[in-house]
DNA sequence: CAGTGGTCTAGACCACAAC
DNA sequence: TTGTGGTCTAGACCACTGA
């Protein structure tokens, strides 16, 4: 039951900070003051604070201090779990969003992931095609998805679906309308994950924040895949929000 | 650009993982082993393995060593976007889950956290009614779910409402059927955040895995929230999935 | 019960950005 | 410019657990 000193550190800011002690954007003792008040090495102190930071509540800001994080405030995002389509192709949420790809898209030819392969029918590590965007804010230009698209090699090589422009349509109107794969099916897993260095630094993620991630597969009527989309955006600044509806099982029991 | 050492050593053997070097389950080099082999100090080395088990790649293992994660395979939940009832009450996943509770239902009287308050209506710290509940697996006895529901006060004061048993049906039946609030209506919002520590060991996970959570609200006609519930569960063990339909704008293009 | 990871220290120097 | 967090070391000892 003996905690070791750098948690129960960890537990007493903690609870200063619920308490109110630090209010948002206030800046917590410096590391050597921490390391003093409660006789430990400077270095425990950081692992305390560094517990902290893991948990997404401060963030440690050079020449400045260690910065209570304000409490998130996330984007509600809707899936209809329908798709639409206007002329510039399909779209999967009903709120036309307003991003736009950051960066012109980056398409490889690469091993496939070891979480896609599977989806997409073919072994860990075979080449498939990679189209990556970087979608975000058209003013701002802060990015804030991450979305990868996986195509199976037989499928798109040689084929404009291995260009950087697909076209007005992209790549669904493609394997519909001149490939003749249609009509395309699509599934969707909603999940999370701790983003790796790469994904973190690319969405400019803290330590702390965990990644939303909707994976979507498209499917031809035979049920193959043709895609595997994996869409990754920060847990902080996004949730997926819907409303509940009555099954008639469950109807009014006024 | 120069990356700390730390870093580069976290890189190196990140990459030896993703090659396969080290295979699931497998064990990477022993501290000292690594500190040697990169000519870095044992606790520089800790630190890069770190880095690893935040990202969910790794887990230490005191006596064996820093053991290579298996790829997480997620449970699929299906959140219908209905709600279903059947002589029990209320449920909110058509496929009916096999999971109980493990311990008799918390019931406490707190302060609302600053997540839910402002969705319960009420302020921050103001004293409501907290009923958490663990869920598991009913025979390996492993938790799964950890369930808190939030009641206003001047609702659920003195009412079976604050009761740990809260009779077949739960708080949703006493809420409409005895107390006159019905017809319920709910809307959820699914999202991701890293856990606290006391979360992570409720649930039994390991650093470098994120929350993932739906906080549901049930709403009178009048649009009173009455209850806000907070669901949460491992990011590595679940996923929602969902299929989609088309909507008549995306009418099949063949 | 021994060997692994876990914790801790004192001290040094680095590097970045706010001032 | 300089003060803050960031990195790193050498060494010590602890504590848990699986061989």
Same mark, same amino acid.
């Given at each position: ?140 230009? =802060?990015?804030?998805? !991450? ?5 199976? $090699?037989?499928?798109?090589? &040689? +084929?404009? /679906?291995?260009?950087? @422009? ?40 803290? =330590?702390?924040?965990? !990644? ?5 597969? $498209?499917?031809?009527?035979? &049920? +193959?895949? /043709?895609?595997?989309? @994996? ?24």
């Amino acid at each position: 039951m003996n905690a070791p000193a750098y948690r129960r550190v960890a537990a007493e800011l903690r609870a200063a900070i619920e308490r109110g002690d630090y209010p948002e954007g206030s800046v917590l003792p410096k590391l050597e003051e921490i390391a003093q008040s409660y006789s430990i090495a400077k270095q425990t102190a950081r692992e305390a604070v560094a517990e902290l930071e893991q948990e997404g509540l401060v963030e440690p800001v050079r020449r400045r201090g260690t910065v209570v994080r304000p409490a998130p405030v996330r984007q509600r995002l809707v899936r209809a779990r329908q798709v639409f389509r206007d002329e510039r192709g399909y779209y999967f949420d009903p709120a036309a969003q307003p991003w736009v790809a950051l960066e012109p898209p980056a398409v490889s030819w690469g091993p496939a992931p070891r979480d896609i392969a599977p989806l997409l029918g073919v072994h860990p590590g075979e080449e498939v095609l990679i189209r990556d965007r970087l979608m975000g804010d058209p003013n701002t230009r =802060r990015p804030t998805q !991450l979305a990868t698209s996986y195509l199976p $090699a037989h499928l798109a090589r &040689g +084929t404009r /679906l291995a260009e950087a @422009d697909t076209g007005p349509g992209g790549i669904y109107d493609l394997l519909e309308l001149q490939m003749g794969h249609g009509p395309l099916e699509w599934f969707e897993a909603l999940g999370a994950r701790m983003p790796s260095p790469r994904e973190a630094e690319r969405l400019a993620l803290p =330590r702390g924040v965990p !990644l939303l991630r909707v994976v979507r597969t $498209a499917t031809n009527p035979a &049920g +193959t895949v /043709l895609e595997v989309n @994996d869409t990754r955006m920060s847990g902080e600044a996004f949730e997926f929000g819907y409303p509940i509806t009555r099954h008639p099982s469950a109807a009014s029991q006024q």
